[in-house]
């Protein structure tokens, strides 16, 4: 049983336009979300967080947003740029110091 | 400021040899995480450390694996009698509290 869910393998965007990327996770005891970014041969780059007891964080063109009652969270990336392709990885913890439960990520392709 | 280190970033083994893979956390960082990724999927958590304290082991296979924090030196995930399923992306994180990744070390198993 999966607990962390990245239901699209792949999208592919026009450069300028925006990139949603969606996780939806079945535990409720996360408290702690991370998108990370991961470029082949490398390792995970961590990207933004958001802690529970908010429902959205803003970093640059990074946005998350968290609906706890859904149990879902989305990444936007706004404009996307071509650098932005990479895999994108949804992860979540249970706590601060915990180990991440990630989900299987989504290939974001943004094209010139 | 180095970030997470780990060596070496690729690894080639027969089938029954051991691998040994280290991890060099970033200076002031005391957690260290282990990461396998098997094609196609996710990193799947195996194991946490802190010095000479192993705190979470759940996801490490019963085994063959072990890890290791010790209170000098780099973490060390090793791999005895190792088989062809072990053939992966091995990441090692470090945390104060968010974790930030190494480059991984990709072992192949023949």
């Known amino acids: 049983d999966q607990q962390v869910k990245q239901n699209s393998p792949s999208l592919s965007v026009q450069e300028g336009r925006i990139s949603i990327l969606n996780c939806d996770y079945t535990n409720s005891m996360f408290d702690y979300f991370l998108w990370y970014k991961k470029y082949p041969a490398e390792g995970p780059t961590f990207l933004i967080s958001?802690?529970?007891?908010?429902d959205k964080n803003e970093d640059g063109r990074f946005t998350v947003f968290l609906n706890k009652s859904a149990k879902h969270l989305s990444l936007h990336i706004v404009p996307s740029q071509p650098g932005d392709s990479a895999v994108y990885f949804c992860?979540?913890?249970?706590?601060?110091?915990?180990?991440?439960?990630f989900g299987d990520g989504t290939t974001l392709t943004v094209k010139p | 400021n180095a970030g997470v280190m780990q060596n070496p970033r690729h690894l080639v083994r027969r089938r029954g040899q051991e691998a040994r893979l280290r991890c060099s956390p970033m200076k002031g960082h005391s957690h260290v995480y282990w990461y396998r990724q098997l094609p196609e999927e996710g990193l799947k958590f195996m194991v946490y450390?802190?010095?000479?304290?192993?705190?979470?082991e759940s996801g490490m296979p019963k085994e063959r694996f072990s890890a290791e924090f010790p209170k000098e030196g780099p973490s060390i995930l090793r791999i005895q009698q190792v088989v062809r399923g072990d053939s992966a992306a091995y990441f090692c994180?470090?945390?104060?509290?968010?974790?930030?990744f190494g480059p991984g070390t990709r072992l192949t198993v023949l």
């Open positions: 450390l802190q010095k000479e304290n192993i705190i979470d």
């Open positions: 992860a979540a913890r249970e706590d601060n110091a915990g180990k991440s439960t």
């Open positions: 958001i802690s529970s007891i908010k």
């Open positions: 994180a470090s945390a104060r509290d968010t974790q930030y």
